[in-house]
């Protein structure tokens, strides 16, 4: 999809969308329990889509009821027949499940976007691997074979913190205690006090015991719930972005003790918008490519930790650098840090590429809704955020779209 905006003034009230990183863990942990629960507030992105799918293909029997889910569980163990789970283009989906099925035994095959199974997967391959577990890559898809049993896991703590959440999801179900070691540095640790946050919501426990080490008792049961999504930072992060650079908007629903670690931008995006600084992003990979947009259309900054930005749905350094060259800014990506100049804010002349990256097109909306231009691949949105388009435009932002 193209869009082609025009300048705008943004104007109105927005309230934050559900938080797809607690979406997905309400769910899972729904469809793990024994009996029946209700998630509320729910957005169909693309990857909570792609997460209920893996569910029923489990087993677990869901309902849509509006932005309400309901979900029958099928009780943690799943039938050990082969199992297909579609994890679509969604990261998160396919780690999270990973150490699901192993819980379960059997052989699982998972398929989605050939650029998913491009992205890291080296600590399950490991954890396979020594214990005996069937762990083979392939085109475009991945097959699992095998039981996981209890024990002590160690890994390292700088690729993804959803190898931790995944196997914070199954280790409870193990026929044994267990623990997870991670070697530091420990990044995008507040993704697994969401984790726990959830678990805790569906009657599993389970312990950080120090900063980098998690205790999980086996032999439990996830019981049904009754919860709420709060709303989401990291998607807030484009509206307050568009605020800073002349908007007139107030952004709602958001929780102020919310564990999200992206709730950073509360304090970050401040202070890029006032001068020229320097940013950690190691914690909030996530906020990257705003933050960078906004920088650019600021007075510049240079952003740290950012290695694992090549990691997601795009390059996203690089994808951002040749996206903001087309407004004049100078922008260098280094192995772990970027340096983003001042753009001319002046409608590009050349056509933006989203790189079929949500928070990409995203980034790139913000700045077009101010100087106008055209971008494609507009239809990434749909991974975390489908109704931004239409948000967008309820808040006065003049465009039109081609299919």
């Known amino acids: 999809m193209r ?6 003034h943004l104007r109105g009230s927005v309230t934050a969308p559900p938080s797809k990183s607690m979406a997905h863990r309400m769910l899972i942990c729904a469809g793990l329990s024994d009996g029946t629960s209700t998630v509320r507030n729910i957005s169909y992105s693309e990857d909570i889509s792609a997460t209920i799918d893996c569910l029923t293909a489990l087993g677990a029997s869901v309902k849509k009821l509006g932005d ?3 979900i029958k569980g099928f009780g943690g163990i799943s039938n050990s027949a082969e ?17 699901i099925c192993l819980a379960s035994g059997g052989r699982t095959s998972f398929c989605g976007a050939r650029r998913l199974f491009e992205r890291p997967l080296g600590i399950y391959s490991e954890i396979c691997r020594e214990r005996g577990i069937g762990f083979f890559p392939g085109d475009g898809g991945l097959i699992v074979d095998g039981r996981l049993g209890h024990g002590d896991f160690a890994f390292r703590g700088d690729v ?35 984790t726990l946050s959830a678990l ?89 490519p705003v933050y ?33 060259s087309k407004f004049g800014a100078e922008v260098t990506v280094g192995e772990n840090s970027i340096s983003v100049g001042k753009c001319s804010m002046t409608a590009p002349a050349a056509t933006l590429c989203s790189h079929n990256d949500h928070r990409i097109a995203m980034a790139l909306s913000v700045l077009l809704s101010v100087t106008g231009g ?30």
């Open 68 to 70: 309400t889910v309901e």
């Open 83 to 99: 199992r297909i789970l579609n994890c679509r283009e969604s990261g998160s989906t396919l780690r999270f499940f990973i150490p």
């Open 3 to 8: 869009v082609i905006f025009r300048p705008s």
């Open 160 to 194: 993804s913190s959803q190898f931790i959440t995944g196997l914070l999801f199954a280790l409870p179900l193990l026929d044994g205690d267990s623990s997870i070691n991670i070697t530091p540095p420990f990044e995008s640790r507040a993704y697994t006090d969401m």
């Open 374 to 403: 055209v971008l494609e691949g507009a239809e990434a949105v749909a991974k975390s955020f489908p109704e931004f388009f239409s948000v967008i435009k309820g808040l006065g932002a003049i465009f039109d779209t081609v299919s």
């Open 292 to 324: 960078m947009a906004l920088a650019s259309a600021c007075h510049g900054a240079v952003f740290t930790g950012t290695s694992r930005l090549r990691m997601k749905e795009s390059d996203r350094g690089n994808a951002m650098a040749e996206e903001l």
């Open 200 to 288: 805790e919501s569906f009657g599993v426990t389970a312990k950080r015991t120090s900063d980098y080490c998690f205790s999980v008792p086996g032999c439990q049961k996830y019981r049904p719930g009754d919860v709420t999504v709060e709303g989401d930072y990291s998607n807030a992060a484009f509206f307050e972005a568009m605020r800073l650079l002349g908007g007139d908007i107030n952004i709602c629903g958001l929780s102020g003790t919310s564990l999200q670690g992206d709730r950073a931008y509360l304090a970050d995006m401040p202070e890029i918008a006032a001068k020229f600084c320097e940013k950690d992003v190691s914690e909030c990979p996530d906020l990257a």
